[in-house]
């Protein structure tokens, strides 16, 4: 079992950068497939940013270009660099780690993101 913390969120104007940090600890960090989501008001969690089992990475649409996912495993954390951000990009942003054996599914709290216009 994993636990996941992120941090890193906060405000900031629109076409300001955040990064945001999923850390985890309580298992072997690699073996975990990672991914972010995040929740606006009154909305469905989507799926922003995620690896998949073969290392490759992948964006909605509404993030390409303007998002990165990356992870450092000696660091055991994942991270999402958020540049040019827009205020519909406010949400709860949540790190997710998926364990393909065991097909676990832990969440962190969420890190909330406000952006404004």
């Known amino acids: 079992q994993v636990q996941l913390v992120e941090s890193g969120g906060g405000l900031v104007q629109s076409g300001g950068s955040l990064r945001l940090s999923c850390t985890a600890s309580g298992s072997i960090f690699s073996i975990y497939v990672m991914s972010w989501y995040r929740q606006a008001p009154g909305k469905q969690r989507e799926l922003v940013a995620g690896?998949?089992?073969?290392?490759?990475?992948n964006y909605v649409d509404s993030v390409k270009g303007r998002f990165t996912i990356s992870r450092d495993n000696a660091k055991n954390t994942v991270y999402l660099q958020m540049n040019s951000l827009k205020p519909e990009d406010t949400a709860v942003y949540y790190c997710?780690?998926?364990?393909?054996?065991?097909?676990?599914?832990?969440w962190g709290q969420g890190t909330q993101v406000t952006v404004s216009s």
């Open positions: 997710k780690g998926y364990h393909s054996t065991t097909r676990s599914a832990y």
């Open positions: 690896f998949t089992s073969g290392g490759s990475t």
